[in-house]
């Protein structure tokens, strides 16, 4: 079993900068590859991105465009996801999710366990 609490979200105009942080306790965190969905008003929740168990390889859905970066800390036990050159379209609530293995990654029924979510909403 694992919890996955996400924290950073918030109120930003257009062109600003977050940083949201997923904070994991219970079972190894750190063996485990870690994703970003978002999910806005009346629509699916959508894959941003996803970092590896070894901290280095990640992957990202198209719509980030290099605006999005993911890290991690697992010392910490800490996944981070720092958006930058935020848009209107950006807001959403934004959850990390711990991966169940497998070679596929941008659907949601890859994944075990989710976090309660963390909003963000950013103004033109």
């Known amino acids: 079993q694992v919890q996955l609490v996400e924290s950073g979200g918030g109120l930003v105009q257009a062109g600003g900068s977050l940083r949201l942080s997923c904070l994991a306790a219970g079972r190894s965190f750190n063996n485990y590859d870690v994703g970003w969905f978002r999910q806005a008003p009346g629509k699916e929740r959508r894959f941003v991105g996803i970092i590896m168990r070894n901290s280095i390889n990640t992957k990202y859905a198209d719509f980030v465009k290099g605006r999005f970066t993911i890290s991690r800390d697992n010392a910490k036990n800490t996944v981070y996801l720092q958006l930058n050159n935020l848009k209107p379209e950006d807001t959403a609530v934004y959850y990390c999710?711990?991966?169940?293995?497998?070679?596929?990654?941008?659907?949601?029924?890859?994944?075990?366990?989710w976090g309660q979510g963390t909003q963000v909403t950013v103004s033109s």
């Open positions: 999710a711990q991966h169940g293995g497998g070679s596929y990654y941008e659907g949601t029924e890859y994944y075990d366990y």
